[in-house]
Every structure is written in structure tokens, then in C-alpha cells.
């Protein structure tokens, strides 16, 4: 059992909570009222405040209400600080400016971390602080449990992601990271809306996993007695919808791929996918360019510090080609470790090898290359950098670039070690999309590559109905928010993410 500062234990202190809480019902004092009442938030009171001089108060009434963060006691007075959404000003609660029942409350019962209503004016102290002078206080919500700067001062990270309440409590720049994301995800979907995009949902639940290279979680449906998994991505669906009519689509939801815990990953994280007819991986470019420009002036910056790296946020970003990254920081032409629309393996292999870059017999392909190019290439792109055109035998889904077999028109856009978006001149062809997934099969019949793509044939079915030209791309809105907000973890930017399980005693 934790101790805490004062030498008791938290056994200790519930105890004593709990037997306030009954002592407060005793004596007719409802602890947690059905009902409360505010006019003003804290923000508004240092509103008020701001224009009085010495010890004027404001004329206006003003009815708060939130959490007690601190509390000072003067004897014949008090004084508090009161916390909401919106910020913390200060309380004055006087002897002879409050009904005797109500002083006493705020002398003898109320604790830091209660909640409370308070009514009174507004002045300013002699020390210029802007205050709320009570006339009436009421209890709104007893709290049991310490606050966060008793209790170990929660300065242990993983108590801070398993207990994110407390987190929040106890540091208010963590909310504004959270405010910050909010911004960030209104401002995307209000830039979307304005260039004609519908927001529509896919379906979670799905009978296979498509759409991307990714381990899907597996589930069971009892009425349908039916195998289902959870999506990995939204891409098939969302073309579908492409082929029924609408020209600009695009989904904000929930993606799950069972796949490991890191500073980078999560298993379930949030992906924003969109797609517009008679575009391409170019127009994507721009799109994305746009979208992060708006965040940034939404956010009021046009710069981030994200870990070493200072981050110019303005378009253009910078524009790289993969094959002349490959050539010059792999020594080798990219075309030599392909073979028509797959891998060269042994050649892979080998250049794996040479470059000091671990690779298996039993390591599939798509790894291997992945593995090459984040060890050469990725550390290199320190600002926001598109990377063009990118092997088929790892993009199944895009179409091939004009004289080329090997390679397709896809763009991943990098900066500072990371991945952040990932866009496609989407493949429209039925019957090479069929042989690019029957490649992708026989990655995962003969290399092992659980990760690779599957044949949805109702997917192709809908293609074949015909699919016009397009572009797509899929944004990680945890990433981007890392990004803009200079975060070093995507721990930090999901409110509550996936932990190990607690192991209690």
C-alpha cells in the first residue's frame, strides 16, 4: 500500500474521505447535489477583473464553479483557488461576507480536489490578483482520492498514461496538447469540407483485412457464427464509393493492426484516408501541403521544434525521388533489386548484406527493403520531405509509373525520422490489380509475410464496374499531431493508449 507525503496511506485517507462524507449527510449537507448552477467560467472572471484598480470590485454577479486546487487558511478567512476548463482564478471566502453554515463548510470541510459553486463579485487584492470576493458557496462533489501532487506528484510516465485523469489534473499543458489535437482534427475535416470532400464511414467489422500491409485482429460474431477481423484500413471501401458516384471521399476513423508498441505505433490509433476522382499522387501532394499549413495557422505557428530537428511547417515541402535516394545512399540502382512487378530476393539479399542491414532467409522481401531504407534513407529527411515513387511488389494498390514495371506512383512524406502520410495515383486496372494481389499471395505463401495484402474479390468485382482515375492518400492523425505539436511519443497525443496489463497484487 503507497504511502504518501504526510506519512499515512491511501487506505488512510479514503477512510477519512468516506467518514466526511457521511458526517456532511448527517448534518443535511448533500455532498454530491443533483443540481448546480454557473454564469461564469474562471476566464470570464479575469475578464471582469482585468480593467478594476485597487480594491474595486466589479458590479456584475458572478456564479463559478470547479475543482479546489488550493487552499489557504487565515482564520477568520480563507482563500482558494478554483480550477475549470477555461483556467483557475482565486476565491476569498470572509467570516462576516458569508451565512455562518457556509463559512464554516469552507473552513472545516472543504479539501483540495472538491468540486464547489461559488457566487459573489469580482476585485482585485492589493497584490493585483483577480478574485472572486464569495457571498455563497456550495459543496458540488466530494473527492476521496488525493490529487496527483500529494500522491507521488505523478511524475512516473507509465502511472500518467494508465491514470490519464490524474494526468490531466495535474498538468495543464498535457489539456492544451489535447485542445491542441482537437484544433487540429476540426481544422482538417473544415479545410476537407470547404473543397467539396464528403465525410462518410466504412464498416469496422469486416470478413477479411485489405487495404494495407498489416496483421488484422481477429474476431467472432455469435448470431452470424461468422470469422470477422477489424479493418486495418479504409481504402477498399472508400474507392467502392469512388465507383458509385461520389468524386470526393474521405473517413476519419479508428484503424486496429495487431502489431507492436513503440514510440511510433499504437495498435489502435486514428487514420484519416481520402480519395478524389481525376487526381493523382501529385494532387495528393498538394492536398497534404494545404491541410498542414491550415493546422499550423489554426495552431498559431509556422515552426516546431520536434526532438533535434526545428521544423519549417510552410509549403512547398521538399520533393525527393526515391530512386536517385536509393542510388546515392545505397550505391546500387534501385532497378537492380527488382524483378518486373516483384523483388530480385537474392539480389536483395545480398545488398542487405553489404550494408550491414539484418536480413534472414526466412525475412520476407517487404521487410527487408523496409529495413535498407529506414537504416540509408529515412534518417536523412529531417524537414517535411515526399519521397516519389516507390517498388510494386510493396504497393499493390497503386498504379504503375509510365515505363516502368518495377516501380509506381506512390509518395510517402517523411520529416524527422517519421512516416506521416502515404498517398497513391490509385491503380483503376482490374486485371493488373488482380496480379499485383496474386503476387502479394505468394509473399505470404512463400516468404511468410503475414503483413501482405489479400484478394478481396468483391473489391475487384466493384472495379471492374469501372473506377475513375483517382488519387488517395491515408494521413496518421496521432502522427500529425505529434508533429505539430512537437511530441515525442504517440502516448502522448492518444488520451488513452494501449498499456500492458496492470499486474495487482
Partial sequence: MPMLEDGGTLEDILAAKRAKVAELRGRGVEPYPSRSRRTHSTADVLRLGAGLSGSDHSSASVCCAGRVLQLRDMGKSLFAHLGDGAGRCQVYFKKDALPEPEFLLAKKDLQVGDFIGVGGTVFKTRTGEITVAAASVVLLAKALRPLPEKWHGLKDVELRYRHR??????????????????????????????????????????????????????????????????????????????????????EIGRIFRNEGIDTRHNPEFTMMEVYQAYSDYNGMAELFESLVAECAEALKISEVQYGEHKLDLKPPFKRAYLPELWKQHCGAPIEEILKGKGFDRPRLLALAGKLGVPAGEKTPSAKVFERVFDAKIMPLLDQLTFVFDHPTAITPLAKLKPGSQGLVERFECFAGGQEYANAYTELNDPQDQIERLAEQARQRREEGDEEADVLDQDFVEAMECGMPPMGGMGVGIDRLVMLLTGQPSIRDVILFPTLKPESHP
Fill in 165 to 250: 485523469h490524474l494526468d490531466l489534473i495535474a498538468n495543464p499543458d498535457v489539456r492544451e496538447k489535447f485542445r491542441q489535437r482537437s484544433v487540429i482534427v476540426s481544422t482538417i475535416r473544415r479545410a476537407l469540407d470547404r473543397l467539396g470532400f464528403l465525410e462518410v464511414e466504412t464498416p469496422v467489422l469486416l470478413p477479411q483485412a485489405g487495404g494495407a500491409s498489416a496483421r488484422p485482429f481477429h474476431t467472432h460474431h455469435n448470431a452470424l457464427n461468422a470469422d470477422l477481423v477489424m479493418r486495418i484500413a479504409t481504402e477498399l471501401y472508400l474507392k467502392r464509393l469512388i465507383v458509385g458516384g461520389f468524386e470526393r471521399v474521405y
